[in-house]
């Protein structure tokens, strides 16, 4: 009877203490798949313009391989250290990945952990408290800069000096500035300057270019509007 039912059973775990079967095995894996599912809504909510198919169906996918991985070592010690030099082999080879993106990593083979020791009250109940304190944090938008940091590239003539070539319209429009990088084109008749700047939401972007132009002759210029690494400029 459900009366009968201890509340408490569901917080301690026993898969990892007792002997895999099949209906443990099915429930586990079943558990892992909709913890997973509601770690990848949330990452998907949280990021309406970030994200690739294919992360979010890995993050279905990653709680369910590690609850495996824990269903099959058991308290087999020789069986742990055999898996571990079996993934030992394997190569993960991308490039490095948003700080974000990583938590979520961890999130999901921590879900997939508790499922895989048998604690299944654990494992929804911090999945639900992060899942609901990533919104929150995502709906507040916090840490969010109000300044944006961009990158601007400007072309000038080589009778214009670039030290202080734009600090007039800088100073016009409040933008704050950084000089990177100086290099010459066009067999040395040009040089092409790599500013940061940091805009206020309120800066016209427009007005502030249209200005830098008729400084530079109307050469090329750009303003990256997602800022790069160093190692870009």
Known sequence: MFSMFDFETIFNPTTASATMTFTSSVVTILIAIVLGGIISY????????????????????LPVIVA?????????????????????????????????DIAYVLFTMAAGLACGVGAFGYAFLFTLILCALMYALNKFNFGARK??????????????????????????FGVAHELKKVRTTELGSLYELVYTVTLDPSTDQKAFLDAIRCRNGNL?????????????Y
Do not use: H, W
């Open 147 to 172: 300044q944006a940091q961009k990158l601007l590239k400007v072309t000038i003539p080589e009778s214009l000096g670039y030290e202080e070539a734009f600090t007039e319209v800088f100073e016009q």
């Open 68 to 100: 495996i991985i824990i269903l099959l070592i058991g308290s087999n010690i020789a069986r742990a250290f055999s898996l571990a030099g079996a993934f030992s082999i394997i190569r993960f080879r991308s490039a490095p990945g948003d700080p974000k």
């Open 42 to 61: 949330t990452y998907m909510k949280t990021n309406p313009t970030g994200y690739s198919q294919n992360f979010t169906l890995t993050m279905v996918i």
């Open 220 to 232: 090329d210029l750009s303003l990256t509007m997602v800022p790069t690494v160093a190692a870009d």
